[in-house]
């Protein structure tokens, strides 16, 4: 499946660019009957409207349905990452070095493999979360799914974004 998420995203990556939108994150979900198509993006200020996801939804369909990318039927639905936001990419995490997150490894580090705490420090690939008080170091390349925790902190930062 993964092979098909980076075709998907190969084919329309340079459109949600050239639309002036940072492409934050792709998923094909499988459902019983059908499957889900999930684009989360936004602008480099970090914000995104309906408006936006309405003319991204627009062009993405446009560039799907030539290219049949997807076999079979399936929905799109695009969005915003929201404050609570998904990491993905090494700079979610440089840019949100403060504040809490909760994340998940594929293997166990330390004995387990779901950690919350705060985002300290990120030097190379090497993420230090402060857990419980205690420094945690963990490999990006060896978390599964991560995302900011919504804490008051964030919500006054993205509130101030969006003023």
């Known amino acids: 499946m993964s092979t098909l998420v980076e075709k998907i ?5 340079p459109t949600i660019h050239a639309m002036g939108f940072e492409l934050v994150q792709i998923k094909l979900l499988e459902g019983n009957k059908s499957k889900l198509l999930q684009i989360m993006a936004e602008r480099p200020d970090g914000t995104m409207n309906v408006d936006d996801c309405a003319q991204i939804s627009h062009q993405v369909s ?10 079979g039927e399936y929905r799109l639905e695009v969005s915003s990452p929201g404050i609570d936001r998904p990491l993905v990419k090494h700079a979610d995490y440089e840019k949100h070095l403060g504040h809490a997150a909760k994340i998940e490894l594929t293997l166990p580090a330390n004995g387990r493999k779901r950690f ?3 985002m300290k420090t ?11 008080g205690q420094p945690v170091a963990l490999e990006l390349s ?5 995302k900011l925790v919504l804490t008051d902190a964030l919500i006054k930062q993205h509130t101030k974004k969006q003023a």
């Open 116 to 118: 919350t705490g705060i």
């Open 9 to 13: 995203e190969g084919l329309l990556l």
């Open 62 to 71: 446009a560039i799907l349905d030539v290219e049949d990318a997807i076999p």
């Open 122 to 132: 990120l030097v190379g690939d090497t993420l230090t979360l402060e857990v419980d």
């Open 142 to 146: 060896d978390v599964q799914h991560a």
